[in-house]
């Protein structure tokens, strides 16, 4: 009776895994796991790197989507890149891009850049704070896509042209408030003891140099430098494994658990920040100050200047 049991059990759980879908919402997925599984059912590949460079050749099925115009980020008072005060209109974009609350979203950026892989790690957070899980970052971008050529220097993987007509889908938002804290909420955190991490340049947490939308030199006070370009290989688009990014935090002054807030000028740089914290080396009490400095200085927000030049 007992090896019957076994034997059911077994049964059981492979049917389980043969229902299940052939892939994982890691936040990270390399070109190879993108090959093996394009065109699974419940999965959708987003293009976020121009139109131009779309058109010309994309991942085969993949949508496109415009970063700085598609309503992913816009304009509050003044400052740039928030996430909408109402995010019902962001809702309707997902759902026009084919993705309903249950597909798994592959987010694709040009990968030239630790900081365009920016685009593809602000949109993961924002797939998150909309409360969507089934969300992942293809390391490398679109550059490591193309990276394998033939003979004649062509790609191997294969590519298409033209737009892609996605069907569109129903997604439901479950805002999780909790994600976006306001600059009041942000000081409160720090003063509990949450470490404020500055993603930026080194000249501009030091107040050598700002942004032209901050209305001060420096940084948060408190806040350790981390700037995001560590975070991948050369500063590439390739994201640096967990061990060399602990590695990396330690060297920074920045435990790798623990309260965290990750900010730098308009939430852009700091989406890597929180994506390495949060997602790759798993602290789950990392958070990201969407308006960062530009709102905080725009709300007369105590900074601290290590250097003064100007």
Request: hydrophobic letters at 45%; glycine letters at 12%.
């Amino acid at each position: 009776m007992k090896r019957i049991t076994n034997t059911l059990k077994a049964t059981v759980a492979a049917l389980a895994l043969m229902a299940a879908p052939a892939f994982a919402a890691d936040p990270l997925v390399d070109v190879g796991w993108l090959k093996e599984n394009l065109g699974a059912d419940g999965m959708v590949v987003i293009d976020a790197r121009g139109s131009t460079d779309y058109l010309r050749g994309h991942i085969p099925g993949a949508v496109n989507t415009n970063y700085g115009k598609d309503g992913w980020r816009v304009k509050v008072d003044g400052v740039p890149g928030l996430f909408p005060e109402d995010p019902t209109k962001l809702g309707e974009l997902i759902g026009s891009l084919g993705i309903g609350n249950d597909t798994h979203v592959v987010i694709v950026a040009p990968g030239n850049s630790s900081s365009d892989m920016g685009t593809a790690t602000r949109i993961y957070w924002t797939f998150k704070v909309l409360g969507h899980e089934e969300v992942s970052v293809l390391n490398g971008g679109m550059k490591a896509y193309l990276a394998e050529v033939d003979g004649d220097k062509k790609p191997v993987n294969p590519l298409d042209k033209g737009a892609v007509e996605a069907t569109p889908a129903s997604f439901s938002i479950d805002f999780q408030e909790e994600m976006v804290p306001d600059a009041g909420e942000v000081m409160a955190m720090i003063d509990a003891g949450a470490l404020p991490v500055d993603n930026r340049t080194a000249d501009q947490y030091l107040g050598v140099n700002k942004h032209g939308a901050a209305k001060a030199y420096g940084t948060v006070p408190g806040a350790v430098n981390l700037p995001q370009s560590w975070a991948t290989e050369n500063a590439g688009g390739v994201f640096r494994d967990a061990e060399s990014l602990a590695a990396l935090y330690d060297a920074a002054g920045v435990p790798v658990e623990g309260a965290q807030v990750n900010f730098c000028n308009t939430g852009h740089w700091a989406s890597i920040g929180w994506f390495v914290s949060s997602e790759i080396l798993g602290n789950d009490a990392a958070v990201l100050y969407d308006p960062s400095m530009t709102g905080w200085t725009a709300e007369g927000m105590p900074v601290e200047a290590k250097i003064s030049v100007n």
